[in-house]
């Protein structure tokens, strides 16, 4: 069974760059069965994907976040990673790392982080 | 975009009570549709995926249906452990998330 978790700053500055690392363990991100993505949710709000990313590093982004999101595997640490651009306090929410079934694009997430709260604020 | 609207919002409902939620896509997604329960504080756990195929470990009760652009998950008799939040996502196109549907206790 896979166990995903997130690390990372919980407080980014407007403007600067959010950086969150998911560290994957019980099975390997080369896996050509799964996908690994980011989701986000606002505090009181619903979830919105961000992207996700096969090992490979075929990458897929939310178009409404495409222009500030890159997403990128290590797998030599079996990790991956969000980077976010520009961010403004628009930006402040609970990040998930997750894993995704799929076959020629990402499906749906099955395995999911704890999530971490990252706050934009000066 | 494919847009995801659910309905209701917010239900209110008792134990035992036999509970469905509606959800509707903007545009034909076949049956990439998945359901997924979230708790307070804690990350979504996957419930259903294709319309109506139950993931692993996910108690009989819950049952999905639907296909192209109108689908319902049915909670066939409400337990204490599902008052949550209910969300639909589609995998057509992207991936997108509904707005999700409260279950509080009547």
């Known amino acids: 069974q896979l166990q995903l978790q997130e690390s990372g700053p919980g407080l980014v500055k407007p403007s600067e760059t959010l950086s969150l690392t998911c560290t994957v363990s019980g099975g390997s991100i080369s896996s050509s069965t799964y996908y690994w993505g980011w989701i986000r949710q606002p505090p009181g709000k619903g979830l919105e994907w961000i992207g996700s990313s096969y090992y490979s590093g075929s990458t897929y982004y939310n178009p409404s976040l495409k222009s500030r999101v890159t997403i990128s595997v290590d797998t030599s640490k079996n990790q991956f990673s969000l980077k976010l651009s520009s961010v403004t306090a628009a930006d402040t929410a609970v990040y998930y790392c997750a894993s995704l079934k799929g076959g020629s694009s990402p499906y749906y997430f099955d395995y999911w982080g704890q999530g971490t709260l990252i706050t934009v604020s000066s | ?106």
């Open chain 2, 1 to 106: 975009d494919i847009q995801m609207t659910q309905s209701p919002s917010t239900l209110s409902a008792s134990v035992g009570d036999r509970v469905t939620i509606t959800c509707r896509a903007s545009q034909s997604i076949s049956s990439w549709l998945a359901w997924y329960q979230q708790k307070p504080g804690k990350a979504p756990k996957l419930l259903i995926y294709k319309a109506s195929s139950l993931e692993s470990g996910v108690p009989s009760r819950f049952s999905g249906s639907g296909s192209g652009t109108e689908f319902t998950l049915t909670i066939s008799s409400l337990q204490p452990d599902d008052f949550a939040t209910y969300y639909c996502q589609q995998y057509n196109t992207y991936l997108t998330f509904g707005g999700g549907t409260k279950v509080e206790i009547k």
